[in-house]
């Protein structure tokens, strides 16, 4: 069966080819990194999986379904999660709330029954203490406890950052993209997020599909690597394998390592 | 001074109505970001077909105002999916345009099918009774407003506070990528959100029938619960409340004191106030959206 | 050589259409004369649509009882929302392109406002506005008559009634903020005035408002013990009703366009018993002081007759039967009459002549009388000055009070 996977994935905007029939595969419990300059289609990538861009050609497999042109909320509830280059929490909400939201998927108490909530021991009641010991736990691994009823959108961006993650976690995904995780921390923060992602991969099981700009990091955690340029594939393989790659080492001379701005 | 009294319990009193309008726009605005002239037809149609229900095919005041509440829900959503969702890029000019578009389609509907003709919504409660505390009176119907909109807006606040649904509508509201990915089904919430807010306005409607009924009967309402919602920041429920409550006791102290010939437009007067000294309004609270 | 064919032709055309005709007179053929009605058949003041569709029917009912000496009426009417730039659109187009002999009726007096010029500077008839306005006798216009009633009169005889009568010590208004109000106001003012009274309080209603609440504590407040209402039926009602949650209890009194008991028995749930209010006509009054009528049930030979053939056959289904129906029948019924009397030959001017003419004609409403224009004289072309008074029941039915009473014309800015 397969697990994850994209198959002549093309995406246009206007003339441009953001996407040119890109193909990897996934196997369940791995971390797949996918590097490349600015402007490459990393993120056009993920916005696709998620279902937020319609592609314009090829397939995504998740679990032998095509998901292909499923709505955001479809893919959510499939079992994919994702955390953005920019940060994208809910700014007027805590950090309880905001990963909270993340189990939107599990609350099934709908419009009637919630309003029919009469204590701990009702059915809602029952549902919200489970959702809320999940929350805790999530909230214990990422350290954010004294962030806990604070406003997000005043917090320091490293923490926002793993709010995000959090949010993402709480929806209890099979597979979790990841955009740019360390995209302006320091170095001891980003050997913090690079400690998590372990964590995530070993303890909770999630596959992880990976976007980061920081070679160094991508060769240390990934168990393989995409390469792309101008939306096509260039390299595919494992850390040692593509980091002597004459075209991967063409295509990163030229580039500063400025973070990119683009974001869904 | 027992004059002074007696305008703020009646400014409270046309408040109530007001307030239910300022809620059902604020509801709309934030997940539609349109101002709703179509609030108040969307609260006429269904007080109209409470009133066919009733005199047309003989059912029970209690049941027909089961009818019109349900079938407002319906009008909402309906409005929400058909019409409203299929703008083309929509800017906030566009949708302004769109929902008076509806205004005028809804009316002429409705003063086609109804006739111009005033008629009377019955009620159980006789509209002309009253409640006097010394010297100051409150009318009865006015009084079940009052705890009629009170209820509502525990129940919104509640519910939107607690519910499942209430916490997607906030975050689609804050970010709808975000919220989406959330496994929130954005455009749905949005429907239903209109389909509340349609039926929080018919209670209005159902509320002032009795009085009177004839197709403008909501627009003054509509055009005060604006100024509500405006004074109170347009995104926030109590605030939307809290400014039509201020908007019906200002225009009642107005007429008493100042100057009747433009008690009706004061409430204008009122926006224009507080946008000058609040540009975000009474109770707006910021938070940065980001795209 | 083709220009002279054309204009041949072309004379020859103009000259068959003459004949055809009979004679150049617009909006008169051989078989049919048209008439113009504006109205609002939609918007806010919608409810006074029934005005227009009142002359439609009457109309209908004189064509089907063949004519006025062998030609029809046809009937143009078109809804202009009381909206006047509609107004002036609409009665120009009709005007221009198919050619209105003459126009009746028309609700309102902004509409009317809007489209007087225009008719008077084209010499066409317009008679019957349904609005008493000052403007429609300030200065009076050859081609303009008048057949409602202005509001001063009603004014006059309610506050005559109420502080001669019956003894009302402290009398207040109630006005809408137009001209119908003020000159309610105005009216009310001048009687008092020579009764040496003070006016208790004016209370002005802006157009469009739906919260009266204020209105009737301030009423209150003044403890007049007679209020006078130069409003709409739904203001009315509304002042009324919180009136009586407040424990209010004045000698409510209203000019007659909230004289409809059925209809403000209705809306008021019953409130409106005990009203007084101004009436043109529809009753049957003269002898019967004291009688109890209903118009459901017309007395009046005419309105009895009217409701079972011009209502009975030729209104709408759905059509309600009352004085804003009615009035328009009553406002066309002298230009029917003036049409009549012009005999076959009709033009704008024999019409004019024959209007002039005309002396305590009665029809449905009161007397009316014109006179030769006197440019310093609006009595020549007010025609309607009397009134009488009615008090509604409970049943929607009316107790005659006072015979018909001839009013005073006051002019314009007193
Ligand atoms: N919504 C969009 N409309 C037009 N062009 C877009 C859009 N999103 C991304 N692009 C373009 O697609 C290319 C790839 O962008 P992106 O996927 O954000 O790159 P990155 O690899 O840096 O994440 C860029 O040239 C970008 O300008
Ligand atoms: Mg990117």
Known sequence: MTFFAVEDLSMTFGGLKALDKVSFEITRGEIFAVIGPNGAGKTTLFNCINGIYPPTGGDIVFKNNNIRGLKPDRVAKAGIARTFQNIELFSNMNTMENIMIGRHLFMKTGLLRGGLMWGRRSFAGKEEIENRRKVEQIIDLLELQTFRS???????????????????????????LL????????????????????????????????IEHDMNMVMDISNRILVLNFGRPIAMGVPDEVSVHPEVLKAYLGEDDADDASGP | MIDFIQMVISGIAVGSSYALMALGMVLIYKASEVPNFVQGEMALLPVFIAYMMIYSYGYSVFIAFFGALFFAMILGCFLEFAVVRRAKNPNILGLIIVTIGLEMIL???????????????????????SVMIGDLYISTMDLVTLFVALAIMIVLFLFFRFSKFGVAMKATQQNPTAARLMGIRTNRVKMVTWGISATVGTVSGLLLAPVIMEPYMMWNPMLKGFAGA???????????????????????LFGGYVSMDFKAVVAFAVIVIVLCVKPSGLFARHYVKKV | MKKTLFAVLFGALVVFGMLSTGYCEIGVTDTEIHIGQWSPQSGPAAAWGAVARGT????????????????KLVHHYFDD??????????????????????????????????VKEYLMQKKI????????????????????????????????????????????????????????GEQGLAGTKHMLEKYNMELAAAVPVAMGDSDMRPHAMRLSRSNADAVLLFISPVAASRIIGIGK???????WMSSSTCGDCPLMIDITQGLYEGVITSSFGMLETGEKVGDLQHINDPKHKLVAEYKKDVYGKFAARDERWGYTFVVGIGLAEPLVEAIKRAGRDLTRERLVEELEKMENFRGVLGRITYGPLDPNNPLTRIGQQELFLHQCTADGGSRILTNWIETEYIPMGH
């Open chain 1, 150 to 176: 604070k406003f997000v959108g005043g917090l320091p961006y490293g923490i926002q950052k793993k709010i995000e993650l959090g949010r993402a976690l709480a929806a209890e995904p099979e597979l979790l």
């Open chain 1, 179 to 210: 955009d740019e995780p360390c995209a302006g921390m320091n170095a001891e923060e980003k050997q913090d997020v690079v400690f998590w992602i372990k964590d995530i991969q070993d303890e909770l099981g999630i596959t992880i599909l990976l």
């Open chain 2, 107 to 129: 009316l002429g509907l409705v003063s086609w099918k109804f006739g111009a003709d005033q008629r009377i919504m019955p009620f159980p409660i006789s509209s002309y009774s």
């Open chain 2, 230 to 252: 405006v004074v109170g920041g347009m995104t926030s429920l109590p605030g939307a409340v809290f400014g039509a409550y201020i908007v019906g006791v200002v225009e009642h």
């Open chain 3, 56 to 71: 439609d029917a009457y109309f209908k009912w004189i064509n089907a009882n063949g004519g006025i000496h062998g030609r």
């Open chain 3, 81 to 114: 929302g009381y909206n006047p730039a509609r107004t002036i659109a609409g009665v120009k187009q009709l005007q221009e392109q198919r050619g209105m002999f003459a126009w009746v009726g028309g609700v309102g007096t902004a509409p009317g406002l809007a």
């Open chain 3, 125 to 180: 008839p317009w008679i019957g506005p349904a609005a008493g306005s000052w403007h429609w006798v300030t200065p009076p216009q050859k081609y303009l008559f008048n057949v409602y009633p202005l509001y001063l009169g009603d004014a006059q005889l309610l506050v005559e009634h109420a502080a001669k009568k019956m003894g009302k010590k402290s009398i207040a208004v109630v006005y809408q903020e137009d001209d119908y």
């Open chain 3, 245 to 251: 949650a407040m424990n209010y209890a004045p000698q």
